[in-house]
């Protein structure tokens, strides 16, 4: 059980266009899920937290414009990316909330390249 | 500590050999940790966690111990083994104040060398 899917797994895509990554909780549902940015080498960085039916809160330094956050049931969150650029290239990983041990359950992340 | 940077520590061990891996967190007032390993191009796997209430807590092949005091978590694994390289994280658990959410350490880099 507790399992997280995310679509793509990898996307490539032209500067300026925007990108929509999925986040799913398949067997579970999450009113809680959360966004995270990793560069190669580097840590993983929380971008945003996801709650179901209300608007995402997102950490210092993240622009809510640029990386949209929809939360529409409580089995999927999406996060947009708009108007990529190459620095916006990364790994991104989604994780949801349980709702009985509050544990974060990880997807398998997302590979998104900007040429 | 762990220094936040482009370059993650690495720790090179001896197949068979035991593991300790090191984290300093920073918020006094946590008071829950997980340790999580992170194969390349993967997410995150839960390893084992630990509550403030404990200073030690036991799972198979791997032992966390926390010191509050110094604000230390560390990660013991027993008679490494080729399947354990990966990269470790420590995680702080930020309560239910906010949402639940984790604030990652920077990581190390664990090679078995058979």
């Known amino acids: 059980g507790a399992v997280v899917s995310q679509h793509p797994s990898r996307v490539i895509c032209k500067s300026g266009t925007s990108v929509k990554i999925e986040c799913r909780s398949l067997?579970?549902?999450?009113?809680?899920m959360f966004w995270y940015r990793q560069f190669p080498k580097q840590s993983l960085m929380l971008m945003a937290t996801s709650n179901e039916g209300s608007k995402a809160t997102y950490e210092q330094g993240v622009e809510k414009d640029k990386f949209l956050i929809n939360h529409a049931s409580l089995t999927l969150s999406t996060l947009t990316v708009t108007s990529a650029h190459p620095e916006d290239s990364s790994f991104y990983i989604c994780s949801a909330l349980g709702q009985v041990s509050y544990e974060q359950y990880f997807g398998p992340g997302t590979r998104l390249t900007v040429t | 500590g762990e220094s936040v940077g482009l370059h993650l520590p690495t720790l090179s061990v001896q197949e068979g050999d035991n593991s300790i891996i090191n984290c300093a967190y920073s918020n006094s007032a946590s008071d829950y940790f997980i340790w999580y390993k992170q194969e390349s191009g993967k997410g995150p796997q839960f390893i084992i966690d630990?509550?403030?209430?404990?200073d030690k807590r036991q799972g198979q092949r791997v032992t966390v111990l926390l010191n509050k005091t110094v604000k230390h978590l560390s990660l013991q694994i027993a008679a490494t083994q080729p399947g354990d390289s990966a990269v470790y994280f420590c995680?702080?658990?930020?309560?239910?104040?906010?949402?639940?959410?984790?604030?990652f350490g920077s990581g190390t880099r664990l090679l078995v060398r058979p």
């Open positions: 067997d579970f549902q999450a009113t809680t």
């Open positions: 995680a702080e658990n930020m309560g239910m104040d906010s949402s639940y959410k984790l604030i």
């Open positions: 630990i509550r403030s209430n404990m």
